[in-house]
Every structure is written in C-alpha cells, then in structure tokens.
C-alpha cells in the first residue's frame, strides 16, 4: 500500500512538472537560386519548402550607376512559364539593393506554378554563375 501510494506521489510531482512544447519558429524567405544556365526559385513558408526548376533565358545587369534597376533576371520555368525579377538600386553610389520584385504573365495563375504565393513576397537572388 505504501509503495501503491508513493508511486501516485511521485507521478503526480512529475505530471506537474510537464511543460507544454514552445512553438518553434520556422523558416520563411523567398530565393532566386541562379548556377549557369539552370534556375531554381525557392519558397519557404512555415518551414516547408517549394520550389520550381527552370533555365535561365536572360541575365541583364546595367553598368549604369544612374540606372534604378540594379540585376533583370529572366527564367523560363515548365510550370509557370517565363518570370522576371527586377531588382532596384536604392543607392547608386555604393550599388546597394533594396528590392527584387517578381514579374510575369498570367501563368503564374495556374495549379501548377508553386510559386505563384511568391508575387507580393521580397526575393534574394542568388546567383553563383561567377
């Protein structure tokens, strides 16, 4: 009986010890990931990852200082059709960026492109074409 009752004890003192599970945070971010001629644009929402493979058409990147638009990136995906990002130079004295907007037809509408959630989202282009 003693032993019956200091094992009731000893799982109560432990059941009030339990803490609940802290929400983690997850991960989140938008990439434009460029290596040579392949493309690959990347959502991550919540921890889980999207992404949609395509082939890089056109690469423009204006020696201009003055020029507002700092990198053109155009890809040709199966999914989604041709997309372009542009980003914005927010300093031409030092060729800073502060935004790469997503740019595309009405394809990206369709089931089938994973990154249509990606228009009103800000990218970072990776590009290790060298």
């Keep these: 009986m003693q032993?019956?009752?200091m094992t009731i004890v000893l799982l109560s003192l432990l059941a009030g010890c339990a803490q609940p599970q802290l929400d983690q945070p997850k991960?989140?971010?938008s990439y434009l990931v460029i290596e040579n001629s392949q493309a690959w644009a990347v959502l991550v929402s919540d921890g889980k990852r999207v992404e949609e493979q395509g082939t890089v058409v056109d690469v423009i990147k204006p020696s201009s200082e003055g020029s507002t638009v700092a990198a053109s990136y155009v890809i040709e995906t199966a999914n989604?059709?041709?997309v372009q990002w542009l980003s914005e130079r927010s300093d031409a004295a030092d060729g800073m960026t502060n935004l790469m907007?997503?740019?595309?037809?009405n394809q990206l509408g369709q089931s089938d492109c994973v990154i249509a959630d990606g228009l009103s989202r800000v990218w970072t282009v990776l590009d290790y074409s060298g």
């Design 3 to 5: 032993q019956m009752l």
């Design 27 to 29: 991960a989140n971010g």
């Design 80 to 82: 989604c059709g041709r």
């Design 101 to 105: 907007l997503l740019h595309s037809g």
